[in-house]
C-alpha cells in the first residue's frame, strides 16, 4: 500500500475513533447543532489562516476555540438570547464572513473544495501529526473526566448536588469538539464533520445497553464507515466526505430498521404466547 493512502487511512480512522466517543457526548446532551456551528466557523478560520498567513489548521483551531466558548456561554445563560437562536445566528454570520471575505481579497492560494468536502489523500506528514495529537488530547480529557461527564449525562441535578461543575463540563465538550472540528476539516470536509460525530452515535443508541458500549460501539461504527469511505473513494474517485457520510447513513438506517423490526416481532411473540 502507498504511503500516503496508509497515512490517509491512519488519521481516518483516528478521527473516527475520536469521534465515534466524543459524539456520543454531543448526542446525550443534545448538542449537534454546536458541532454543525463550528464546522461552518472552520471555513471562517481556513480563510483567515491564508489571508494572515499563519497555518490554516492553526487558524480554524482558534476561530473555533472562541466561538465555542462563547456559544457555550450563551447556551448556559438562560436569561439572554435562546441557544438555538444563537448557535443559528453565529454559524450563519461565521460561513458568510469567510465567503465575503473569499469574494473580497479573490484569487486565494488554497482549493476550498478541499476544505468544503475533504481530501484524505492530501494529507501531509505535519497534518497526520496534527491528527494524531489531536485526538490522544480529545480521548485524554474524556478519560480523565469520564465519570463526572457521565454523571451530568445521567441527572445534571444530581451531578450538582455531588459538587460537579456542570458549566465547566460543557465547556469541556464545547472546546473538545472545537478541537476535534478544526483538525478533522481538511480530512472529513466543513460540510460534513458534523455528521461524523452525531450519524455513528446515534447508530450505537439503537443497540446498546450502556454508556460504555455505546461509546465502543460507535467507535468502531466511525471505523467502519471511514474505511470503506477511503475505500470506495479510491475506487470510484468520488469525494471523501460524501461517500463517508453515505455509509454511515446506510448505517444508522439499517439499525433502526433491524431496531423497529426487533421491536415489532417481541410484541407480536409476547401477544402469541400471553
Known sequence: MDISILRAMLAGVSI?????VLGCFV???????????LSHAALLGVVLGVVLDINITTGVILVCTLLAIFLSRITLNRNGLSSDAALGLLSHASLSFGILIINLIGD?????????????????RNEFYQVLCCCVFVLSGL???????????????????????VSNLYLLIALLTAFLVAISVRIVGALFVTSML??????AR?????????????SILAVLAVVLGVIGSIYFDVSLGPFIVSISF???VFFAITAKLNSFLQVMFYKRYN
Do not use: H
Open 16 to 20: 473516527a475513533s475520536c469521534s465515534g
Open 27 to 37: 448526542v446525550w446532551k443534545r448538542m449537534s447543532y454546536f458541532g454543525d456551528s
Open 108 to 124: 486565494l492560494s488554497f482549493d476550498i473544495d478541499s476544505y468544503l468536502f475533504g481530501d484524505i489523500l492530501l494529507t501531509s
Open 143 to 165: 478519560i480523565i473526566f469520564w465519570k463526572p461527564l457521565i454523571l451530568m449525562v445521567i441527572n445534571e441535578d444530581l451531578a450538582r448536588a455531588e459538587g460537579v461543575q
Open 198 to 203: 452525531i450519524t455513528p452515535a446515534s447508530s
Open 206 to 218: 439503537f443497540i446498546a445497553q450502556s454508556p460504555r458500549l455505546m461509546v465502543l460501539i460507535s
Open 250 to 252: 446506510i448505517i444508522f
